[in-house]
């Protein structure tokens, strides 16, 4: 009889879910409400890496700014300094040679394909599937390779320039590129042998973490999540920069906007990058890779020594003597796991006057309650997995 | 669909909008504080207008303008089937920083408005949970103002002529 009561009177667990849990990957901190295995309600914190970049931007010259953008989504940070970039291009109104505009689309797809990497294998991980992830990373090893030789670093990159890129890829870059573009299909196509298919794994993601497209959108979901729930929409198509219109690529759309989707949407996406460097690559024009805006972009350093123009340009844009329009602009780019928009108002002075980051993470991360009610503690971690949230990238 | 959008707010809300500039690609609504969770709402829920997507909102602070639109709230609406983009902006003074919430017709704002709360103490009133998001709650001042400078006050060699803002 005794039983009987304690039922009616129901006592739930608290669990904390984070901040340092090996499996959230990043400072995340849920504080679950268990009742047995079943999540009832979670609160989240975020903030714990929080380095006030709207704030350091309101300091720092607009070329400076590139290296904040870096540390926002740090698994395809290049595609995060091109955003940067085309939005102050757009702010003074220049115009990007074709070559250094399609160089751009190349880095862009190739981190968008190492971000993906990222996504997919810790999915598997997270499922209990080590070995798709050592396989896997090696490919992504090999992007950042290319990055590496292209700007000499493989994380944060600070890649390209404001008005194009600061070097033309050299030989070793297209021997690592070329070996790249060569051996990641196999590599790829032996990771979806692994798991694609696979039965274990399929009824382990499968319905996992659901979301409607209704609510995707009121909860402001971009990108890969988004378009998982079966919305149709890409920047790269609907606001077209850096010559996208170009390429001819599909946009792989889900119906359930469950992890599983999630999973095949972004392993679509690979093949679609995949697709979009090839034609890049076939269709390269010849001509400058940098615009020539002396005011943003720092001469060649042999001029530099022996020329006063050069002299003098290079002492302007070093300590931010620029002259700048007034006025405000938004620029919005496909990152790697949404729309990842700039906002800057300019008002003539060498810093913005304000800096805003529409960060897709920070914006799709409150959904993660909603996503997880009611499903159980392991899958509670797999949803976050799949959802790719990056910690840089939400507490900016 | 500028022409449009200005018409139909006419029509509806004669008084809400006071101003209107283009920015770029960017058309850009100045709204009357009173009015803009009306605005804000017919625009949603309008079928021709359909602005059913929250971009983006952040707050702007003006310390140079007249004080009765020191500070600034900025929203952007995205219409995606027919790919059109706006900004809406409205002005309100120091001492009167309530704003309504959004939170009931876009679940995205929740975080939204409460980073703009921790940033620059914009209160919305009807808010599920005002508190600070990404700063520490024992902050007690709202760092995106202008008046809290990132550089240390005490330093003078650090002049604004040489090295800005």
């Known amino acids: ?396 | 669909m500028t022409e449009l959008i200005l018409q139909k707010l006419k029509e509806k809300f004669p008084e809400a909008v006071v101003g209107f500039e283009q920015q770029y690609d960017f058309p850009i609504f100045i709204i009357d504080k009173n009015h803009i969770k009306e605005v804000l709402t017919e625009l949603k829920i309008d079928e021709e207008l359909n602005f059913h997507f929250l971009t983006t909102m952040c707050g702007i602070h003006y310390p140079d303008n007249p004080q009765e639109s020191e500070f600034c709230m900025m929203y952007q609406l995205h219409n995606m089937p027919k790919n059109i983009r706006i900004r809406l902006k409205t002005f309100m003074p120091k001492s009167d920083l309530h704003v309504p919430t959004v939170t009931d017709l876009w679940k995205t704002a929740n975080w939204m408005e409460r980073q703009e709360y921790d940033f620059f103490g914009f209160i919305f009133e009807g808010h599920p949970n005002l508190t600070r998001i990404l700063n520490m709650d024992e902050m007690n001042y709202h760092p995106l103002r202008k008046e809290y400078p990132l550089e240390d006050l005490r330093r003078d060699d650090k002049d604004d002529k040489m090295f800005g803002r």
């Open chain 1, 1 to 396: 009889m005794k039983q009987v009561e304690d039922i009616e009177e129901k006592h739930y667990t608290t669990l904390n879910l984070g901040p340092t849990h090996p499996a959230t990957h990043g400072i995340f901190q849920n504080v679950l409400t268990m009742d047995g295995e079943t999540i009832v309600d979670s609160v989240q914190t975020v903030g714990y890496i929080h380095r006030a970049f709207e704030k350091l931007g309101e300091r720092r010259p607009y070329n400076q700014i590139n290296v904040l953008t870096d540390r926002l989504n740090y698994c395809s940070a290049p595609i995060n300094n091109m955003g940067w970039f085309m939005t102050v291009e757009k702010l003074i109104g220049a115009e990007i040679p074709k070559r250094a505009q399609y160089l751009r689309v190349i880095i862009m797809e190739l981190s968008r394909i190492a971000d993906h990497i990222i996504c997919d294998t810790v999915i598997g991980v997270d499922s209990g599937a080590l070995s798709g992830f050592l396989h896997l990373y090696q490919s992504r090893e090999k992007i950042y390779d290319i990055f590496e030789s292209i700007c000499g670093a493989r994380l944060t990159t600070n890649i390209g320039r404001i008005g194009g890129l600061e070097r033309d890829f050299s030989e070793s870059t297209w021997g690592h590129l070329n070996l790249f573009l060569k051996e990641f299909p196999v590599k790829l196509k032996e990771f979806q042998k692994l798991l694609d298919r696979n039965r274990i794994f399929m009824d382990r993601i499968i319905g996992v973490g659901s979301i409607s497209a209704e609510d995707a959108l009121s909860y402001g979901f971009t990108g890969p999540n988004l378009r998982a729930a079966g919305v149709d929409y890409d920047v790269r198509v609907m606001n077209p920069y850096s010559s996208y219109e170009d390429f001819e690529f599909d946009i792989p759309v889900g119906t359930a906007g469950d992890t599983f989707d999630r999973y095949t949407v972004r392993i679509e996406e690979m093949w679609q990058s995949l697709r979009i460097i090839e034609q890049a690559i076939a269709k390269l024009p010849d001509g400058a890779f940098h615009a020539d805006l002396p005011y943003f972009y720092l001469p060649p350093k042999v001029d530099v020594y022996s020329k006063m123009e050069a002299l003098i340009y290079h002492f302007k844009v070093i300590m931010g003597e620029t002259e700048l329009p007034v006025g405000e602009v938004y620029h919005a780019v496909e990152g790697g796991n949404g729309e990842l928009g700039y906002y800057i108002i300019s008002d003539g002075g060498r810093t913005p006057f304000r800096f805003h980051i529409r960060r897709p993470g920070f914006i799709y991360y409150q959904a993660y309650p909603h996503m997880i009610k009611g499903s159980m503690l392991s899958d509670a971690i797999i949803t976050m997995s799949s959802m790719n949230v990056i910690a840089g990238e939400l507490d900016a």
